[in-house]
């Protein structure tokens, strides 16, 4: 699968990034390098896929090297979004061996986290591919790599939520909570959200009652997030609606469960673990003097 979404951030935000990390591995250099190697060395490696992954962070690998010494040459042999067998390579670099060896952990951690979410994303969309229900994501990343996470889920076949608070309504358990404290119900916060806010904003709110997904639609929500509520409550709830509100489902969900909830006839999948539980995948930079083929 090649890629097909926006590239994650601006060139000023990605070298911003790139640079912080670099900074934050080597704040003074890297001294074990300097200690061995003459500054003149060159060298050459192999970006090798150890597992069956989805490519995401090419973009990244580049800015790595661009930001440390623009004599090294990135050849990307895959684009991000690609699907890789283990033991394929997909990148090669050639220069200053100082360079190569100055950027490899901070190119590999981006890769292989990145690589991990789109790897995990990929493997849900499988789990649900018979079924429309859309695949989509949270604002459970890690700070200041927000971007690159979503990113690296709409490579992996999901779909963006929100990317912040400021751009997506969103009323959850707590406002709930604390609104009835002031006697305002689950209709009456959906139709102060609707009266103080611009029309373009959609209306979402969270539901784990059959009467909250009543209310909810009496209230003008245009869609109901069902929050840790079972398949069966949940395929209740989705014929309640009738199509008259988006529907979607979160907590909970895994690999071995997913498909249950997409049966249950669901607009949309939630899932944190996306972004806040991807486990790294396999990836190794493998350096060799210039000269070897």
Not at 74 to 82: I, L, S
Request: charged share 20%.
């Amino acid at each position: 699968m090649k890629s097909h979404v926006m590239h994650p951030l601006s060139p000023f935000e990605l070298e911003s990034l790139v640079n912080a990390a670099l900074k934050e591995d080597a704040p003074h250099g890297d001294i074990t390098t300097r200690a061995l190697l003459d500054p003149t060395l060159h060298a050459q490696a192999n970006v090798v896929a150890k597992q069956n992954l989805t490519l995401a962070g090419v973009v990244v690998l580049h800015a790595v090297f661009r930001a440390l010494d623009p004599a090294v040459v990135v050849t990307a042999k895959f684009e991000d979004g690609a699907t890789l067998e283990a033991g394929q390579t997909f990148a090669t670099l050639h220069g200053p061996a100082h360079a190569i060896l100055g950027g490899e952990r901070v190119a590999l951690n981006f890769l292989q986290h990145l690589s991990g979410i789109a790897t995990l994303t990929s493997r849900f969309r499988a789990e649900i591919r018979h079924y429309p229900t859309v695949l989509v994501d949270t604002r459970k990343t890690i700070p200041g790599l927000r971007r690159l996470e979503k990113w690296a889920v709409a490579l992996g076949g999901g779909t963006n939520h929100r990317m912040s608070l400021s751009d997506g309504v969103l009323i959850k358990d707590n406002h709930l909570v604390l609104s009835e404290a002031q006697g305002i119900t689950v209709r009456e916060a959906c139709r102060k959200a609707k009266e103080r806010l611009s029309h373009h904003f959609r209306i979402c709110v969270e539901v784990e009652t059959l009467e909250h997904v009543v209310q909810a639609l009496d209230g003008g929500a245009n869609v109901l997030l069902l929050d840790n509520v079972p398949p069966p409550l949940v395929k209740e709830a989705v014929d309640l609606v009738k199509g008259r509100a988006h529907t979607q489902v979160s907590g909970g969900i895994t690999l071995e469960n997913v498909s249950e909830y997409a049966a249950t006839g669901v607009d949309s999948i939630s899932i944190g673990a996306l972004t806040h539980s991807a486990p790294a995948v396999d990836i190794s930079m493998d350096v060799l003097p210039a000269f070897s083929q």
